[in-house]
């Protein structure tokens, strides 16, 4: 007896269960579905990603409508297109034998007038990203005031995308005596905002504990200096010839980059991020699922919409602004009962996030050592040593056999396996002999490591004053400068504060956590053709220190190009150049990779 039989789910759901293959309800469905079909309630359901919460809400939600009426009566709200148009398959094909139900899809990226057409055929069921909801709304194109159920999926996910006030005009523009269902990974205080305003007395579902990872998961992480972690990313992944994975950077100019590094280098890899049209996401997204991508690389508002099963990592190559969202990205692996492995590249200035984040898991890290040479080498050749042993032979080859032993001649079976495993063995070692990347020392949690030649002095708000040999001659303003040091150090939007900029130089805050980062890469860089010089300053981390410091400054001999060079041997001023979005371009220093061994694809 198939178990979804007792939940209550009638014939033409049963069916449509039966087709796809599913036997037995997850957790989540478990506890959902009865409890929706035999109650007109508002529900909480906290459930990791990849916990069947498709399901749970889809089941019920056919079941109750009518589908004679041919009006709207169910309002889905998720966060992004891909996600909208993956929750639209599937509640189309769990209605499969159910005559007269119509589901459409509301999604920015698409005519709105098509979509309006297709709402004003009959749409019993819409799903729908927030924007172009409101949109439709906006417009007159869609009627919701007489819905009785709405479900908002991943909804922290849609509160941290900045839905807020779409989600709250939407939901006003319901009737006050609807169903309301949410769905969520985590309850962070804008979701409870949402349930405590537009939901009465909500009954909540718990599948393991609030906020809790999948146990099906197992964390890692991985300590690197600021400027090797594509060097780390790229030996994780020699380290795991069958690696299946999705790559998570912060910003889509990163997820680029960092793709065409891994293309360049002859993996299968790819990008995926908002900058891409709808038929270039789709594209990457059909070849990711054929497994023709091995590594994809994404940010997190375009990952929202991946739905694959056996994806093996999940890499962090940076953490989230959002601690909380880490739970979102390690959610894409362990799923359907199967096992996966979350890795974190982590600098030594990020290290305490690693405690905050097994706080909210619930869950321990393991530290692991970077993979030196010679245990990739290893790796890669039993690797090689098991494909060879597994392959199929095509009859075919026997046309050419007497071609093959006649150009081997008399070498011998233990000089044939060495030249042809050497072939693979050789471009990696030789790679790896030229790779130096140091492996950093571990530490206690919290211990303080700074290579600056005095600790950092800590003001009473827990930040570190900076002396910066760029100001407003260099054509920059807080803003800019701002921007600037925030990409230029790949911070979180919070954790660069008080810019102070001056004629010839500037100050600024960060965490104590983030000083050696700081210090360690604007000491390394150029700009405009001129070294960059910071310092941490002595003053106490208020604005008012500026002139202290500069005076300190002006007793030092003066060099040329760095601070304190005279205007005329400065190189003339010019603008600073922005991108797309009116960020400053950070400053790119050119690298040679060598002798790379590529990926054989």
Same mark, same amino acid.
């Given at each position: 007896m198939n178990?979804?039989?007792?939940? +209550?789910?009638?014939e ?5 269960i039966?087709d ?11 506890k959902?579905i009865?409890?929706?079909l ?10 990791q990603t990849?916990?069947g919460?498709t399901?749970a809400?889809?089941?019920p939600l056919?079941q109750?409508?009518d589908?004679n009426d041919r009006?709207?009566q ?13 929750i639209?398959?599937?509640i189309?094909q769990?209605s499969?034998y /159910?005559?007269?139900l ?10 709105i007038?098509?979509q309006?057409r297709?709402?004003?055929?009959g749409?019993?069921?819409?799903v729908?990203?927030p924007?172009?909801m409101?949109?439709?709304? !906006?417009r007159n ?8 159920i709405c /479900?908002?999926?991943?909804?922290d ?9 779409d989600i ?8 006050e ?7 969520s ?5 804008e979701v409870a ?17 609030k ?6 998961v197992?964390?890692e992480?991985?300590i ?6 594509y060097s780390?990313l790229?030996?994780?992944a ?6 299946f994975s999705?790559?998570?950077?912060r910003?889509?100019r990163? #997820?680029?980059a960092v793709?065409?590094?891994l ?8 990008a ?9 996401r ?19 508002v375009?990952a ?12 962090n190559?940076?953490l989230p ?6 739970n979102?990205?390690?959610g ?19 290290y305490?996030k690693?405690?905050?984040i097994?706080r909210i898991?619930? &869950?321990k ?9 010679k245990?990739?080498c290893?790796?890669?050749?039993i690797?090689?040593?098991?494909k ?6 095509d ?11 006649a ?5 011998t ?6 030249k ?15 790779q130096?990347i140091l492996?950093?020392q571990?530490?206690e949690? +919290?211990?303080?490591?700074?290579? !600056? ?5 800590v003001?009473?708000?827990g930040s ?12 920059f303003?807080?803003?800019?400068l701002?921007?600037f ?8 939007r919070?954790?660069l504060?008080?810019?102070d ?7 600024f805050?960060?965490d104590?956590e ?10 390394n860089?150029?700009h405009e053709?001129?070294r ?5 300053s #002595?003053?106490?981390g208020g604005?008012?220190s500026?002139r202290?410091?500069? &005076? ?7 060099t040329?190009g760095?601070f304190?060079a005279?205007s005329?041997?400065?190189r ?20 040679t ?8 694809k």
């Amino acid at each position: 007896m198939n178990k979804f039989e007792e939940l +209550g789910l009638n014939e033409s759901l049963l069916s449509a269960i039966q087709d796809l293959g599913f036997e037995t309800p997850s957790e989540v469905q478990e506890k959902a579905i009865p409890l929706l079909l035999q109650q007109d309630t508002d529900i909480v359901a906290l459930a990791q990603t990849g916990t069947g919460k498709t399901a749970a809400f889809g089941f019920p939600l056919i079941q109750k409508l009518d589908p004679n009426d041919r009006s709207t009566q169910a309002l889905i709200l998720s966060p992004t297109r891909e996600l909208c148009l993956q929750i639209t398959n599937e509640i189309k094909q769990y209605s499969k034998y /159910v005559k007269g139900l119509h589901t459409v899809a509301v999604y920015g990226g698409a005519s709105i007038t098509e979509q309006a057409r297709e709402v004003k055929r009959g749409a019993q069921i819409i799903v729908a990203t927030p924007g172009r909801m409101q949109d439709m709304i !906006n417009r007159n194109y869609v009627n919701i005031k007489n819905i009785q159920i709405c /479900v908002l999926d991943e909804a922290d996910e849609m509160l941290n995308m900045g839905f807020y006030e779409d989600i709250t005009s939407i939901l006003s523009d319901t009737p006050e005596e609807k169903n309301t269902w949410l769905f969520s990974a985590t309850m962070p205080i804008e979701v409870a905002r949402i349930a405590k305003e537009f939901m009465k007395k909500p009954q909540e579902i718990t599948v393991g504990h609030k906020n809790q990872g999948s146990v099906n998961v197992t964390h890692e992480y991985y300590i690197a200096g600021a400027r090797d972690r594509y060097s780390v990313l790229k030996r994780l992944a020699d380290m795991n010839p069958d690696i299946f994975s999705v790559i998570f950077c912060r910003t889509k100019r990163d #997820t680029q980059a960092v793709a065409e590094k891994l293309i360049e280098d002859g993996y299968n890899a790819a990008a995926l991020h908002g900058d891409l049209s709808q038929a270039q996401r789709d594209s990457v997204m059909k070849a990711f699922r054929g497994r023709q991508i091995q590594m994809l690389v994404a940010t997190d508002v375009a990952a929202r919409g991946i739905d694959v099963d056996d994806i093996t990592h999940v890499i962090n190559y940076q953490l989230p602004d959002e601690i909380e969202t880490y739970n979102h990205r390690s959610g894409r692996t362990g799923r359907a009962g199967k096992t996966g492995t979350s890795i974190v590249i982590v600098t030594k200035s990020e290290y305490r996030k690693i405690s905050q984040i097994e706080r909210i898991i619930k &869950n321990k890290f393991i530290e692991k050592p970077i993979p030196s040479g010679k245990e990739i080498c290893e790796v890669q050749l039993i690797h090689l040593a098991n494909k060879v042993k597994e392959v199929n032979v095509d009859p075919e080859i026997e046309n050419y056999l007497p071609q093959i032993e006649a150009s081997l001649g008399d070498i011998t079976k233990e000089e044939l396996i060495k030249k042809m495993f050497s072939v693979e063995f050789n471009r990696f070692i030789e790679y790896y002999k030229k790779q130096d990347i140091l492996q950093p020392q571990g530490r206690e949690r +919290g211990e303080r490591d700074s290579r !600056n030649s005095r600790e950092p002095r800590v003001s009473n708000d827990g930040s570190v004053r900076y002396f910066l040999n760029l100001g407003s001659r260099d054509n920059f303003d807080w803003m800019s400068l701002k921007d600037f040091l925030r990409d230029t150090l790949d911070l979180g939007r919070d954790d660069l504060f008080k810019v102070d900029v001056k004629e010839g130089f500037s100050f600024f805050n960060t965490d104590a956590e983030h000083s050696e980062k700081v210090i360690d890469i604007l000491n390394n860089i150029n700009h405009e053709g001129r070294r960059v010089n910071v310092e941490i300053s #002595t003053s106490d981390g208020g604005r008012n220190s500026s002139r202290r410091d500069h &005076n300190r400054r002006n007793d030092r001999p003066r060099t040329g190009g760095g601070f304190g060079a005279k205007s005329s041997d400065r190189r003339p001023e010019r603008s600073f150049r922005r991108n797309s979005d009116d960020r400053p371009l950070r400053n790119e220093r050119s690298s040679t990779r060598g002798d790379r061994p590529r990926r054989s694809k």
